[in-house]
């Protein structure tokens, strides 16, 4: 999988929207983005995903930059219970069999009260 | 359950014993993984299965490290030996398909100490 690069970490204030940044300049055409996140002592769980049009579910938003170099994970509204480890990880969809998931990082976001 | 379940929680093991680690997949889910996470680091896979097959096992770190999924359900992951490196955290996922792309599901983890 190609490799994606986020900040350590970000920190925001509680109900004011976060912005969480991603690049992969080496994303192929049949790479989708997608995001999870990992609350303290959880395991991972998805947010949202996309290849190339912006992206809307009940958690969060993901803009997708044109040239597709780079996206952002969007939440509208922070809580307390946003604060987690947020993974960006790139999926080749080409191919067969199942594929796993490739983490970095990912950004550690804190959530000020 | 509704969702991944992992068992035991937490673990502490000597070192030099062998431990097992338990996981039931979503009902239904063809596709399950195991993943090793440690201190500060994002999970890295271990090993995947499609039903009882052992498709893929490049990320065992070491022939202590084996997996089964005999019945295409629950799977055991155990570790013989271990040893203080393998202290971290064993994350088990499922997917209802073995397509690619399927959203993956994962348990809250087994975190083991090795002492």
């Known amino acids: 999988d190609a490799k994606t690069t986020q900040p350590n970490s970000m920190e925001s204030n509680e109900e004011e929207p976060v912005h969480l940044p991603c690049n992969h300049s080496t994303i192929s055409g049949t790479d989708y983005i997608h995001w999870y996140r990992q609350l303290p002592s959880q395991g991972p769980e998805y947010v949202i995903h996309?290849?190339?049009s912006n992206v809307n579910n009940r958690m969060a938003s993901l803009a997708i930059a044109e040239d597709r170099k780079s996206s952002t994970l969007i939440l509208h509204r922070a809580t307390l219970r946003d604060a987690a480890v947020y993974y960006c990880?790139?999926?080749?969809?080409?191919?067969?069999?199942?594929?796993?998931?490739?983490f970095g990082k990912g950004t550690h976001l804190i959530i000020q009260p | 359950g509704a969702g991944v379940s992992q068992s035991p929680r937490y673990k502490v093991a000597k070192r030099g014993q062998d431990v097992a680690l338990r996981c039931d997949p979503i009902s239904g889910h063809v596709s399950l993984f195991w993943y090793q996470q440690a201190l500060g680091q994002g999970p890295e896979f271990l090993t995947y299965f499609q039903n009882e097959a052992q498709l893929d096992k490049s990320g065992l770190p070491s022939d202590r490290f084996f997996a089964e999924r005999p019945e295409g359900s629950v799977s055991t992951l155990k570790i013989q030996r271990t040893q203080q490196e393998d202290s971290a955290v064993y994350l088990c996922?499922?997917?209802?398909?073995?397509?690619?792309?399927?959203?993956?599901?994962f348990g809250e983890g087994s975190w083991l100490t090795v002492v």
């Open positions: 996922a499922s997917s209802p398909g073995p397509a690619r792309g399927n959203t993956i599901y």
């Open positions: 996309g290849l190339t």
């Open positions: 990880i790139l999926r080749d969809l080409s191919g067969g069999g199942a594929d796993g998931l490739t």
